[in-house]
């Protein structure tokens, strides 16, 4: 079993952001869970299609926000959603031309770094600066595991002062 | 009414062809007829306030004070009142060629039915403020027109006297009369202008400035012609005489010598039936109407690019009513959705890569599905072999490719060019099912739905969201906008992509990576490439 | 950056259209009248009479009636059709009957004619009936007139001011 595990310091205090981050991370394990050594399978590319719907509408009701609240930085966020959106895309292709066989967890911790990097400070420094967070706190993914003996990613979070 | 409209529509295409070539599509007065038609309104207005200083009522001081300006201000209130007069001409022009335009491409049906009705009562404004303002000159041509006016309204049985006894002679006729008309001169076109702000109401991104070198270049033009021609007055009016040759404007004067040699009866059975007849165009068959969009909130989480995206303003926010923990969510309203699938375009979820079972979009038209076009894809690639294979995605009113008679090309149609999600081209490409792509529309400036072709170029140049990813190799690419007038065009452009697309070395796209090493979004780049 | 040819093409199109627009914006010129003819217009609003007598009410009917309504008369609200008459040189040009306008007929009958005759003396006969006679004329008016071309000559009506007036 593969596992992005939900934790409450995650709450950005957005239900609409909460509840898509849940769906992501639940998308994601779905893909971790159902990877095999074997060659491409049609599930594996659904729910990779799937990932990719609905991170784009995650990204889009984001920047949505954003542009609501004049956010300051929210053109190298916005950049960065791109550049993740053309990398989500990168793997589903390795991974259609096979690039992960026999390379599950290069794969699982492909798609963990993807997720995790944009999440733990762009994300972070958005919900914090938009006083959605519950708590002021800088939170900062400072690495991401992959304990193999568990099979589990463990996100471990920093966090920094104000 | 295809028989008109046919022949109409060819008629456009074919001279905003060579206004493409003379112009460029950009400054094509063809494509900014409507927003021409607003710019000489405010020359008109400028001008007009500049004149109104000088403009005595009275008689004989309203002839006097505008031949005081004529000739002795020539160098000023003159060129005013020319440039009043060649830009009023002017926006009779653009508003006849703008009607009969939206006419000939069909532009009035369904929702747009709003644009056009509110656009036909411009018709009476516009030719009443003219009227008016060559009444207030009161030289033999205002006299002309003020008792031929006054005899044609005489005729509908709502007046007591008639009002052409005003006119019978000077001793029943008050200076005080051009009070009454300087102020309906200006209460007419202050009338105008708020029709014009409510005719664009049902439009979203309305284009009411020409580019600014086709402005520069139309007020040139109107001072040149303003310095070479000046507009001057007849003799003074005089009640005891009847004006004989006149120098007339057509553009606004041609009703009069209709109503002299057919009857006021005529007229008003022309201009009355007339106006209720362009009323109704919208609904005169053969109607065709299209089920609107429909969102499925399951698959909406309120992101509003449907509503940004729409040209007609059918799509809205508003607060949610399922439950989710969304904020918002988009509502159409039918009444104003003119079934374009613009908004499917615009919607993340609307993505091909998705689980087929599943594959709704949070907006979609009901009788063209994303699942639909998906599958249409699927099943265009079928016959396709080697390695020149196209698949062309095109819209119901530009170019039809699938017509050219080219090889290996399949033809996927849509409402609008703007109903391709980027995302399409992505997965015709990485999944193979062809070796090249086309996005075909109509031309520059013509879109049926007003901006669809222009959202796509944004898309495609990533300038506009949702945009087209990286990886999707522009060599396999090729976007050409064409009217149905643009066939060899279009097959020539087809071509040469389609013989360029032979010489492309076998596509590594499917394992091209563009990923950072480690998941660092700081910028820095490597690339990896497939092992 | 244009190329000359565009400049040159969108010049040309510019002075085409100016062309156009200085042209048609008074030409060709349209002759609304024989500048050698004159015109005589006729043209008045006058009510004729009630087309009955008035009548006076009875003591019994003035007190049948509230307080405030007793009018000492009964006068009929229709009026007579007008009978308008003109002649021009000894010819009967213009004769008709003018109903009274009004859904009960009681406002003012109207005339107004354009009549374009030629240049030079004449002589204008002109007669109005009002009154509830079945005959004849109540009112005529004879009037010599020298018309240069290009003259409006109109005549009107107005009790007021002694009937027939031409100016």
């Given amino acids: ?162 | ?531 | 950056m244009m190329k000359p040819a565009q400049i040159i093409a969108q010049a040309t199109v510019y002075a085409l259209f100016a062309l156009g627009i200085g042209v048609l914006s008074t030409r060709p010129s349209y002759t609304h009248f024989d500048p050698a003819r004159a015109l005589i217009k006729v043209s008045f609003a006058h009510g004729g009479e009630p087309v009955t007598a008035c009548r006076k009410r009875s003591r019994a009917e003035l007190k049948a009636l509230a307080a405030n309504m007793r009018k000492a008369s009964i006068c009929p609200r229709q009026r007579v059709a007008l009978r308008f008459e003109l002649s021009l040189d000894n010819t009967v040009i213009l004769s008709e009957t003018l109903p009274p306008t009004g859904w009960r007929g009681d406002g003012s009958s109207k005339i107004y004619r354009r009549i374009p005759t030629t240049a030079g003396r004449h002589t204008i006969v002109a007669k109005l009936r009002d009154s509830r006679r079945d005959q004849g004329f109540d009112h005529v008016s004879r009037h010599t007139i020298t018309l240069v071309p290009g003259q409006s000559l109109s005549i009107d009506f107005k009790p007021a001011h002694g009937g027939f007036i031409y100016e």
Avoid at chain 2, 301 to 328: I, K, L, S
Avoid at chain 2, 468 to 485: D, G, M, Q
């Fill in chain 1, 1 to 162: 079993m593969v596992v992005i595990a939900w934790k409450d310091e995650f709450c950005t205090g957005n239900p609409a952001v909460d509840h898509e981050h849940q769906q992501l991370i639940h998308g994601i394990n779905s893909v971790c869970e159902g990877i095999h050594d074997g060659p491409p399978d049609d599930e594996t590319r659904d729910r990779l299609g799937d990932l990719l719907a609905h991170i784009t509408a995650h990204f889009a009701l984001e920047e949505a926000v954003m542009r609501e609240q004049l956010y300051d930085e929210y053109q190298p966020h916005k950049d960065d959603h791109e550049v993740l959106l053309d990398h989500i895309r990168d793997i589903m292709c390795a991974y259609e031309a096979g690039v992960f066989a026999g390379r599950r967890e290069d794969f699982i911790k492909r798609l963990g770094d993807w997720f995790g990097g944009h999440f733990g400070t762009l994300d972070a420094r958005l919900h914090r600066v938009l006083g959605q967070a519950p708590d002021p706190v800088a939170m900062k993914i400072s690495k991401i595991d992959l304990d193999q003996g568990k099979n589990e990613i463990n996100v471990l979070l920093t966090t920094h002062g104000k």
């Fill in chain 2, 1 to 531: 009414m295809e028989f008109l409209k046919r022949p109409m529509k060819f008629a456009f295409l074919w001279l905003e062809g060579w206004f493409d070539r003379f112009f460029g599509p950009k400054w094509n007065p063809f494509y900014c007829l409507g927003a021409l038609g607003y710019y000489y309104f405010w020359i008109v207005a400028a001008s007009g306030i500049y004149i109104f200083i000088f403009f005595d009522t009275g008689i004989p001081q309203a002839f006097t004070s505008t031949e005081y300006m004529t000739h002795d201000q020539w160098y000023l209130a003159g060129i005013m009142r020319s440039l009043h007069r060649y830009a009023s001409d002017a926006m009779v022009v653009m508003v006849l060629m703008h009607l009969c335009r939206e006419f000939a491409f069909d532009r009035y049906r369904g929702g747009r039915w709003f644009s056009w009705v509110t656009g036909v009562s411009t018709l009476w404004l516009v030719f009443s403020a003219g009227v008016t303002g060559y009444w207030l000159v009161w030289d033999k041509l205002a006299q002309y027109i003020a008792i031929a006016s006054t005899e044609w309204l005489d005729w509908l049985p709502i007046f007591g006297e008639p009002i052409a006894r005003n006119f019978l002679a000077s001793s029943h006729f008050d200076g005080r009369f051009f009070t009454l008309l300087v102020f309906m001169h200006i209460a007419i076109p202050l009338f105008l202008l708020f029709i014009m702000w409510f005719h664009l109401q049902r439009i979203s991104y309305a284009k009411v400035n020409p580019a600014r070198g086709l402005a520069v270049g139309t007020l040139a033009m109107l001072f040149v012609l303003s310095l070479v021609k000046p507009a001057i007055s007849h003799e003074m009016a005089n009640l005891a005489e009847v004006p004989g040759v006149l120098n007339m404007d057509w553009f606004y004067l041609w009703a009069y010598p209709m109503i002299e040699h057919l009857g006021p009866g005529f007229m008003w059975a022309f201009a009355g039936g007339g106006t209720l007849l362009l009323i109704l165009v919208p609904w005169l068959p053969p109607k065709k109407r299209r089920p609107a969009a429909v969102v499925d909130l399951k698959n909406c989480n309120g992101c509003t690019r449907c509503v940004t995206d729409c040209p007609f303003r059918a799509v809205n926010m508003q607060p949610r009513t399922d439950g989710a923990p969304f904020r918002e969510e988009a509502v159409v309203d039918p009444s104003m959705c003119v079934s374009c699938g613009i908004c499917v375009g615009a919607c993340p979820t609307a993505m091909p890569f998705r689980r087929a079972s599943d594959l709704v979009a949070g907006i979609e038209l009901p009788d063209l599905s994303v699942a639909h076009i998906r599958a249409q894809a699927h099943e265009a690639a079928v016959p396709l072999n080697g390695k020149d294979r196209i698949i062309a995605f095109g819209c119901d009113h530009g170019c039809d490719a699938a017509k050219l008679g080219i090889n290996n090309l399949a033809f996927v149609p849509l409402r609008c060019a703007g109903m391709l999600l980027p995302s399409f081209i992505d997965y015709v490409l990485s999944k193979n099912l062809a070796d090249g792509v086309v996005v075909s529309g109509c031309r520059e400036g013509e879109c049926h739905h007003r901006i669809g072709n222009v959202w796509v170029d944004g898309r495609l140049a990533r300038e506009r969201d949702p945009q087209l990813r990286r990886r999707v190799p522009v060599e396999r690419l090729l976007k050409n906008w064409a009217a149905p007038t643009d066939r060899r065009q279009l097959f020539t452009e087809i071509s040469a992509f389609q013989a360029r697309l032979r010489d492309l070395p076998e596509d590594d796209a499917a394992t091209r990576l563009t990923l950072v090493n480690g998941g660092k979004t700081d910028g820095t780049e490597t690339s990896e490439t497939a092992a």
